[in-house]
């Protein structure tokens, strides 16, 4: 495991130095999770060390539109002012396939009086995590990312299929933990880790999931944006990878139809600083009491951080009864039919899975939202449901059906906003609103197959 360093703008000088680099992708992650920003000169850089974007930059939906008038204009200046971007050394890598040295540094926004943008998704996600560091509680999560691997598709009109592997041949049946089928993308996943090692990303396990072409890669555990940060930056790794070998790598929840959705499954706790002792665990090695209203706290709001956990549209096509991928919000030990799942462990190592996120969310909207459910649940003192103990897939579904259904729930829920910041709920959801307002206009090839001559 590879601990990043917190370099200062010196440190950060010295490294781009001793690396000959000649070029800066300056990054901001949006609302999406896509990675804006501008690429300086190394000399520009220095001399700036940060630079400025149109606010609505990190305010936009998946399509490229913003809401025209509403609520989104009391949080965001119809002048369109410039955020202030400020470089965060410790984010600072190698672009490990970019022909001249160059570098990939992720920044904060900032406005013109020093105050972080607070619907910027890192600012959110530090924001739920200053609460934590308050009380003198450091958070410490684990993702777990799946995405598929698809055959190279230019026609948005024509389905995705498997790719192409050694063998000359696409997968036709599901390949649950099959060394062999994910041994057909060798020389794919040998770039990956070659590309991961040089970016100092802390990738763990690969495995091959259910899907045909659907693989999962684990993150070591550690602190919430830094993880966040190294998923953000894996997407774009894997992205690229897959595109040199001519073919795409996915991540949408349910890119296929007939195969299982992709998730983003978050491990997670609460370590005391003071004795850095899991507080998950009493001193006997019995779950504590901030254990249980932990996931009371998950229970309570995870139906109204819905539209964070699943964000588009397709996020709710992943969400149905016996697809791998929990309707519920039952909790239950070593149970993987419900949303909130406890995993065997060691005291030390007692922790909560999140398993409602899908792989489309961004990460650290993700993290800030599962955080912030937590966070009220210990602070509210919320005792969760019984335990479940058998299948949860055959009791009722507990959360949203849809992306408008979502919506409404987090608009409702003044609890999340408080802790997440109303502005940035605010923001998103009026964003949200355009993006499903445009997807409503497309009739599917569902409406036209049973509604054009049947109604």
């Not at 944006?225 to 990878?241: H, I, N, Q, S």
């Not at 009864?321 to 909790?331: D, G, L, V």
């Not at 909207?365 to 055959?394: F, H, M, S």
């Not at 497309?442 to 001559?453: A, D, F, G, K, T």
Request: net charge negative; proline share 7%.
């Amino acid at each position: 495991m590879v601990v990043r360093e917190q370099f200062t703008f010196s440190e950060l000088e010295n490294w781009l130095n001793q690396r000959r680099v000649t070029e800066i992708e300056c990054l901001v992650p949006d609302l999406t999770g896509v990675a804006r920003g501008k690429i300086l000169p190394r000399e520009k850089f220095t001399e700036d060390r940060g630079m400025r974007l149109p606010e609505v930059v990190v305010a936009m939906g998946v399509t490229g539109e913003f809401p025209e008038e509403g609520p989104y204009y009391d949080v965001i200046t119809p002048t369109d002012r410039d955020m202030h971007l400020r470089p965060d050394p410790s984010t600072v890598r190698i672009v490990p396939w970019a022909v001249d040295p160059t570098a990939q540094v992720i920044h904060d926004c900032y406005d013109r009086d020093g105050v972080l943008v607070p619907y910027a998704p890192r600012s959110v996600l530090k924001r739920v995590c200053g609460l934590f560091d308050a009380k003198g509680w450091d958070p410490v999560v684990a993702p777990e990312l799946e995405f598929y691997l698809v055959a190279r598709n230019t026609d948005p009109d024509v389905p995705l299929k498997p790719p192409v592997g050694r063998s000359g041949r696409s997968e036709t049946s599901r390949q649950a933990y099959s060394i062999d089928a994910v041994n057909e993308f060798d020389p794919l996943f040998e770039d990956v880790y070659e590309y991961c090692e040089k970016m100092e990303l802390n990738v763990d396990t690969l495995i091959h999931e259910v899907g045909a072409g659907q693989m999962e890669i684990n993150f070591f555990h550690g602190a919430p944006l830094g993880l966040a940060d190294e998923v953000f930056l894996f997407k774009r790794t894997v992205r690229e990878a897959a595109l040199r070998h001519d073919m795409f790598a996915t991540f949408m929840a349910k890119p296929i139809a007939g195969e299982p959705g992709s998730a983003m499954h978050i491990h997670q706790s609460l370590v005391d600083r003071a004795s850095g002792l899991n507080i998950f665990s009493n001193e006997d090695g019995t779950p504590s009491k901030e254990f249980f209203w932990y996931i009371g706290g998950l229970q309570r709001y995870t139906p109204a951080a819905m539209a964070l956990f699943a964000p588009y549209v397709n996020s709710y096509r992943r969400l149905a009864r016996f697809s791998a991928a929990p309707i519920n919000i039952q909790w239950g030990t070593d149970n993987r039919t419900v949303g909130i799942r406890s995993p065997v462990a060691t005291p030390a190592a007692r922790r909560i899975e999140n398993r409602v996120i899908g792989a489309d969310a961004n990460p650290y909207v993700a993290l800030a939202a599962t955080l912030a459910c937590g966070w009220l649940g210990i602070q509210n003192r919320i005792e969760p449901t019984p335990e479940c103990k058998g299948d949860a897939y055959l009791g009722a579904h507990q959360l949203p059906r849809s992306l408008g259904e979502a919506l409404a729930a987090l608009r409702a829920e003044t609890d999340l906003a408080e802790v997440l910041g109303k502005e940035f709920v605010t923001v998103y959801t009026e964003v949200k609103e355009v993006e499903y307002a445009e997807f409503m206009k497309v009739i599917s090839p569902w409406e036209r197959e049973h509604l054009l001559l049947h109604v």
